[in-house]
């Protein structure tokens, strides 16, 4: 097994997932290239398990499925925020969120509560 | 250039050509869908590496779990059907940085590895992962589990709209249910609605 067609494999597929989070506009494509991004660093985990005699054996695997279960939960909290912020502004436009003043209904629910 | 290697290359080529369908397409849904064969291809490489339950697992979370919850996303934002324009922004800085790391770390890896041959190590059964889980790697574990349900916990906080509004009854729905918690959560989450 020649470990360079992996290795350049998950190369590329980081380079992919950088791109998509860069291009994308819409809050899921983003989450998407993230998970490219995710699974490239799995790939090199399992074949530097494979080429790297470790004194654990196998640990590149178990920090392989460690990753699987961040993924899992980062997506499942990011799918929350974009459906939140699609509940605020009707729309998952990254370019538009402002970074810099609360939306209208979030300032007028603080000073609701406040009073 | 053994089977594996042949099977590797075959494998790659279908997983970075997904992948840049992911990331080029037009439809919202399809990049999904490509997400789906992207992913697939990858099992089969972990299959390939021998890395047996790590291919099964990203098979269950990843193609089951994942893929399935962004495609809900995609549904529940109203994603349009058929091509929409405006999902990329203008994008030579994305290329040039994508293209810059993806082919430098290309390059790097080449470097360390050349066409250098290895031989594949004992199967990653669940037998073996499991032992190696379970005794050297307890603690790392244990945090991922309560990591895991701070991140559920975390969701849902964020997808109720009653649980952040300070005072307020929800617009709607049963008051007094959820009251004893309500003042340590609104402490936390006041900035959010």
């Known amino acids: 097994m020649r470990p360079v067609i992996p290795y350049v494999t998950a190369a590329l597929l980081f380079g992919l997932g950088v791109y998509g989070v860069l291009r994308r506009r819409n809050a899921v494509l983003v989450l998407m290239a993230v998970e490219l991004m995710l699974n490239a660093v799995n790939l090199i985990l399992v074949t530097a398990d494979t080429t790297v005699r470790a004194a654990l054996p196998h640990s590149g695997q178990v920090f392989a499925l460690f990753v699987i279960v961040l993924a899992a939960a980062e997506i499942g909290v990011g799918l929350a925020i974009v459906l939140q912020l699609y509940r605020l502004r009707a729309s998952v436009t990254v370019d538009d969120v402002p970074l810099t003043e609360a939306p209208a209904g979030v300032a007028a629910d603080r000073g609701e509560g406040e009073k | ?193």
């Open chain 2, 1 to 193: 250039m053994t089977g594996a290697d042949v099977l590797l290359l075959a494998l790659g080529a279908v997983a970075v050509g997904a992948g840049a369908l992911v990331v080029g397409t037009r439809h919202l849904v399809r990049a999904g869908l490509w997400l789906v064969v992207c992913l697939g291809a990858l099992a089969g490489d972990y299959l390939v590496l021998s890395a047996e339950l790590v291919a099964w697992v990203q098979v269950l979370i990843y193609v089951g779990a994942v893929v399935v919850l962004l495609l809900f996303a995609v549904m529940l934002t109203r994603a349009p059907i058929g091509p929409s324009d405006d999902l990329d922004r203008p994008g030579w800085p994305a290329a040039l940085i994508g293209a810059g790391s993806g082919l430098g770390l290309a390059v790097l890896l080449v470097d360390a590895f050349r066409w250098s041959r290895v031989d594949l190590p004992a199967a990653g059964t669940a037998e073996r992962l499991g032992e190696q889980v379970f005794r050297s790697w307890v603690l790392p574990f244990e945090v991922l589990s309560v990591l895991l349900l701070a991140a559920l916990v975390g969701a849902v906080v964020l997808s109720r709209p009653d649980i952040g509004r300070p005072g307020g009854t929800p617009p709607g729905g049963p008051a007094g249910a959820v009251e004893p918690p309500r003042p340590v959560v609104a402490a936390d989450e006041g900035g959010r609605a």
